[in-house]
């Protein structure tokens, strides 16, 4: 069954680092933009950055050079670095990709906190 899984989360300090991975069941060679989405308690769900398959990308202001977005479409993953993370990146993440139909990962915890 095609899935997407989400790792790499976690709690990290104002102004530190993660890596978040996508890992795709499928192929993904062929989908033509794949995206990282986040939500926060309360609030609706944010797209946060996308990526083509001629790895074109787009970041949300809130986010736009702090966040990169990649692919490797030999290995089907598609990761999300993120660096000088703030309070308010804190979320849970999830991968997206339209794979026959929309698919989106389990989502994974990201809390940045003192």
């Known amino acids: 069954q095609v899935q997407l899984v989400e790792s790499g989360g976690g709690l990290v300090q104002p102004g530190g680092s993660l890596r978040l991975s996508c890992a795709a069941s499928?192929?993904?060679?062929?989908?033509?933009?794949m995206a990282w989405y986040r939500q926060a308690p309360g609030k609706q769900r944010e797209l946060v950055a996308t990526i083509t398959s001629s790895i074109s990308t787009r970041y949300a202001d809130s986010v736009k050079g702090r966040f990169t977005i990649s692919r490797d479409n030999a290995k089907n993953t598609m990761d999300l670095q993120m660096n000088s993370l703030k309070p308010e990146d804190t979320a849970v993440y999830y991968c997206n990709a339209y794979y026959f139909r929309d698919l989106w990962g389990q989502g994974t915890q990201v809390t940045v906190s003192s």
């Open positions: 499928m192929s993904i060679g062929s989908i033509y933009i």
